[in-house]
């Protein structure tokens, strides 16, 4: 993949996240080995006797059982995590098979891809509003929280993934008429996007409109990651949030304070994923239509991550179905 002789089915070459988690994988691998005290050992099945197969096929799923157990109960992850390294594995016997012309047999398609969908955690339409337009807030903040804000702001207006906000230049924005936009390429999926801009985001532009790089002052994920929470801590958002996670299926209750069994609250939970989420999910709830929504989010016609948020904003219908009873009440009033 380094090299580009392995590319995605597109054509295109194999981003360096992906690299990285195969050589996690590996890693985990080599470390299992040690713990196991076992050797891997692919065999060539069309050399193997009948005998031979069933001694290979239970060698592969006993150590699927024993691998997945080392990843969930020595390396304490969970479901999502476990199934995408399963889900590296299998892509991995699969190119021995049709790339190296080795017969690995059919047994790796049982290495089960475990899966969970984790709830979406979204700003609501109130919160953002607090964001964008009070001012006392903002300016109780210092000013390096008060520019973090405004890229936080801007990212949950623009749906843009966070790795395409912080590389924003001014070359990405488009002033038509009286109208302005972003007009951007994901960085991961290829897709393009123009946006229109309201007028607190071309405000926020404005303020920056001195620097020549990016249009945001470049920041570390990490320290994005902190000064949010940070932000959301001191605008009082620290309700408790219970947090699970799957093994297995089995839900897991994950304390942020192991000791004390202490919840999360909202403001621990806020991330940089929260920008892309709180944006899709407020143009759904406001009634922007799905086809528009994935214009702009770069989604495609069928993607069912996109679905997580029509479901999800679909759970806030409280608000149309009181209209609804309101007009039941009123008929022969």
């Known amino acids: 993949m380094k090299k580009g002789h392995r590319l995605q089915k597109n054509g295109f070459v194999i981003r360096q996240s992906t690299i990285d988690s195969y050589e996690t994988l590996f890693k985990h691998l080599l470390n299992y080995q040690v713990i196991s005290q076992t050797t891997l050992c692919i065999k060539d099945w069309e050399r193997l006797t009948m005998r031979d197969k069933t001694t290979e096929t239970n060698y592969w799923k006993k150590f699927y059982l024993n691998f997945t157990d080392y990843l969930f109960n020595h390396c304490n992850h969970f479901d999502n995590y476990v199934g995408a390294n399963m889900k590296l594995l299998r892509a991995f016997f699969a190119w021995l098979q049709d790339n190296m012309i080795v017969n690995v047999g059919p047994y790796y398609t049982r290495f089960y891809k475990t899966h969970e969908d984790i709830p979406v955690m979204v700003l609501s339409p109130e919160r953002l509003h607090f964001l964008i337009y009070d001012k006392d807030f903002e300016s109780s903040l210092c000013k390096r929280l008060q520019k973090l804000k405004d890229l936080f702001v801007f990212g949950c207006t623009t749906a843009l993934r966070y790795s395409d906000l912080i590389n924003l230049k001014p070359t990405n924005i488009e002033v038509i008429g009286n109208n302005t936009y972003?007009?951007?390429?994901?960085?991961?999926?290829?897709?393009?996007?123009?946006?229109?801009?309201?007028?607190?985001a071309i405000n926020i532009l404005w303020k920056y409109r001195r620097r020549k790089t990016t249009l945001f002052p470049p920041i570390s994920g990490v320290n994005f990651n902190l000064a949010i929470k940070k932000i959301a801590l001191l605008a009082g958002w620290t309700e408790e949030i219970q947090k699970t996670r799957n093994k297995r299926g089995q839900p897991q209750t994950i304390f942020k304070e192991l000791e004390h069994?202490?919840?999360?609250?909202?403001?621990?939970?806020?991330?940089?994923?929260?920008?892309?989420?709180?944006?899709?999910?407020?143009?759904?709830?406001?009634?922007?239509?799905?086809?528009?929504?994935?214009?702009?989010?770069?989604?495609?016609?069928?993607?069912?991550?996109?679905?997580?948020?029509?479901?999800?904003?679909?759970?806030?219908?409280?608000?149309?179905?009181?209209?609804?009873?309101?007009?039941?009440?009123?008929?022969?009033?």
């Open 261 to 333: 069994q202490t919840n999360y609250r909202f403001c621990d939970l806020v991330s940089s994923h929260t920008m892309r989420r709180t944006a899709i999910t407020t143009m759904l709830r406001m009634g922007l239509n799905e086809t528009n929504v994935r214009l702009i989010s770069g989604h495609t016609a069928h993607s069912p991550s996109f679905y997580r948020y029509v479901y999800y904003s679909d759970s806030f219908m409280e608000e149309q179905l009181d209209k609804v009873y309101a007009k039941l009440r009123a008929i022969g009033q």
């Open 182 to 200: 972003v007009y951007v390429r994901s960085q991961k999926t290829q897709t393009y996007s123009r946006i229109y801009l309201p007028t607190y």
